[in-house]
């Protein structure tokens, strides 16, 4: 019996996640039609958006409150359409602040709630943990350390290997490209994020780091690979204001964030998913963050791990150099590029820890995708929760 699914994702990235997620899905089963909130990934997959991703792509507390109006529609919304459309499942991606409060509606319906990309409750939220085995019928995590997380509290919780792993896999085993770095120069990737505030807190710290590199070495020449036109339009705006000499040494492209890593010597990197895929593209990489006071604040106040950077939790350790808020000073970060750059026993250190991260979100044995998750969840319909995950029969 063909099936109706609801899927949310949030932003650029877990339009991505869920795009591939679907295309897994749609290899093992092509009866099912997905609605939902997403981009321009999900889109070329077949999915119906009725909301577009990149107008919920907002980062920190206040930035979200000053656009509640927005986001109190968007949910009332997707609410009427649980109502309209009954869908046999909701699939949530990532972005817990809406995500969650949806999926607690879709309970209080009778629909299966399926959720990829688990919440950060470990980092930020205990507290919320049970009330996800409330209302969550199944949890995908990417992260192996998750699986423990939700040990004991009675939801269904599968690792199902990080997206990234397999598209990266491709990626290094295809021939590489040619991108516009100067014969001859020390290559490093900047990587400011694919978010408005992010490219407005994040890469002026960055573009300071690389003019003292650039003083330090006057062959370092930097890359920036934009996520859309619509950033690389912002990064440009930024270059603008520069002086000519700081210019010559920093190009900028669209797109080509994997090719540019791949070809770089070292990166410096936004805090987020970016550090997962630079590291498993064995990139050496300094971490940056920076966000409003206010913001920064609220986190500290709520924030309970060690290290900010996912490629540092994943490898329980400062294997990546951090430099969050006022510690982002060029000097102190260039200092941190310089030993990945040489060929040291800094980089030798990282490209091992690099390694261990990679074996770690491959995982071992034989892992079921998220999409071959789902459609077994869909094979059973209502009865999802009732499930043993861990031990699935074939998908029907």
């Not at 199902?160 to 792993?165: E, Y």
């Not at 100067?182 to 890469?203: M, T, W, Y």
Request: hydrophobic share 50%.
């Amino acid at each position: 019996m063909a099936k109706k699914v609801m899927v949310v994702a949030g932003e650029v990235s877990g339009d991505q996640h869920a795009a591939r997620l679907v295309r897994d899905l749609r290899a093992v089963r092509g009866d099912v039609e997905f609605f939902g909130i997403g981009g321009d990934a999900m889109r070329r997959e077949g999915v119906r958006t009725v909301v577009d991703a990149r107008e919920m792509a907002v980062v920190g507390f206040f930035e979200v409150l000053a656009r509640y109006p927005f986001f109190r529609r968007v949910f009332a919304r997707m609410t009427d359409l649980l109502a309209a459309e009954k869908p046999d499942a909701l699939l949530l991606v990532d972005y817990p602040g809406f995500n969650l409060r949806l999926a607690a509606k879709a309970h209080a319906r009778g629909i299966p709630v399926l959720y990829y990309v688990s919440p950060q409750v470990w980092a930020w939220h205990k507290s919320r943990i049970p009330q996800m085995a409330k209302i969550l019928d199944l949890l995908m995590v990417i992260f192996p350390f998750e699986v423990d997380v939700f040990k004991g509290t009675g939801l269904k919780t599968v690792f199902v290997g990080h997206p990234l792993v397999e598209s990266v896999r491709r990626t290094l085993s295809a021939p590489s490209l040619e991108l516009p770095w100067p014969a001859g120069a020390r290559r490093v990737a900047i990587l400011p994020g694919s978010r408005r505030q992010e490219i407005q807190r994040v890469l002026p710290a960055m573009l300071d780091a690389a003019r003292e590199l650039r003083r330090r070495n006057s062959s370092t020449a930097f890359l920036i690979p934009a996520a859309s036109a619509e950033i690389a339009g912002l990064i440009a705006t930024q270059l603008a204001a520069r002086p000519a000499a700081e210019r010559a040494c920093i190009g900028v492209v669209t797109g080509q964030m994997r090719e540019v890593a791949r070809q770089a010597r070292a990166a410096m990197v936004c805090s987020g998913t970016a550090t997962v895929e630079t590291a498993l593209l064995k990139c050496p990489m300094i971490v940056a963050y920076r966000t409003t006071t206010l913001t920064y604040w609220l986190g500290k106040q709520i924030i309970r791990v060690k290290w900010l950077g996912m490629v540092n939790l994943i490898a329980n350790r400062p294997l990546c150099p951090e430099f969050i808020q006022g510690a982002a000073q060029p000097g102190a970060m260039a200092d941190a590029l310089e030993t990945l750059i040489a060929d040291g026993p800094a980089r030798q250190l990282q490209l091992a820890g690099l390694e261990e991260v990679v074996r770690a979100l491959e995982g071992e044995g034989r892992i079921r995708s998220a999409g071959q998750v789902v459609a077994e969840a869909l094979g059973n319909g209502a009865e999802v929760r009732q499930r043993d995950w861990n031990s699935a029969p074939a998908i029907p």
